[in-house]
T-cell receptor, first 113, second 116 residues
């Protein structure tokens, strides 16, 4: 069963627009929520992460919003650029389980110039 | 350069022919994992290892074996590959962060496997 559900599966945005990717989790033991970015032909790389004791984290154009009561979190990419075109994965992790991340299904983002 | 390496990068094989995909990291990381990536299913963990000689099943371990005899190496073994194991495979390594619960996994470049 997929413990982290991610949507949409694909997303097309115009340059300068806002990209929004949503995730929902089931495991209440999760207490660390990273987002990974994957370019074609490469392995995923950590983009930004959040812990549930804060509702929002911002790094440059990338923002995570977190809603603990709804067990949902989302990635917002402001002023989206063609260089942001990639596959994005959300994930959840329990603080006691190092080495074990549970990923969502992934979102293929295409930013048109 | 700190990195995770995988070999081979591409592999075509036939059903039932045993194969091994190697993974090596030079960052002295304690934790290592194997994932498979399939369209619409995302990244699913196959096995992970907490240290030398300590391994555990992930979410999709059937048909795979692993071993961790050295800290830097974590090979993935397919004893009798089947077409449903055709996929893109990633190895990753990580270590405990100073901040409780946080962990960054560093991924290799991937191995694309086709089982005929």
């Amino acid at each position: 069963q997929q413990q982290v559900k991610q949507s949409p599966q694909s997303l097309i945005v115009q340059k300068g627009g806002i990209s929004i990717i949503n995730c929902a989790y089931e495991n209440t033991a999760f207490d660390y929520f990273p987002w990974y970015q994957q370019f074609p032909g490469k392995g995923p790389a950590l983009l930004i992460a959040i812990r549930p004791d804060v509702s929002e984290k911002k790094e440059g154009r990338f923002t995570i919003s977190f809603n603990k009561s709804a067990k949902q979190f989302s990635l917002h990419i402001m002023d989206s650029q063609p260089g942001d075109s990639a596959t994005y994965f959300c994930a959840g992790k329990s603080g006691t389980s190092y080495g074990k991340l549970t990923f969502g299904q992934g979102t293929i983002l295409t930013v048109h110039p | 350069e700190a990195q995770v390496t995988q070999n081979p990068r591409y592999l075509i094989t036939v059903t039932g022919k045993k194969l091994t995909v190697t993974c090596s990291q030079n960052m002295n990381h304690e934790y290592m994992s194997w994932y498979r990536q399939d369209p619409g299913l995302g990244l699913r963990q196959i096995y992970y290892s907490m240290n030398v000689e300590v391994t555990d099943k992930g979410d999709v371990p059937e048909g795979y074996k692993v071993s961790r005899k050295e800290k830097r190496n974590f090979p993935l073994i397919l004893e009798s590959p089947s077409p449903n194991q055709t996929s893109l495979y990633f190895c990753a390594s990580s270590l405990k962060s100073g901040l409780a619960g946080q962990e960054t996994q560093y991924f290799g470049p991937g191995t694309r496997l086709l089982v005929l």
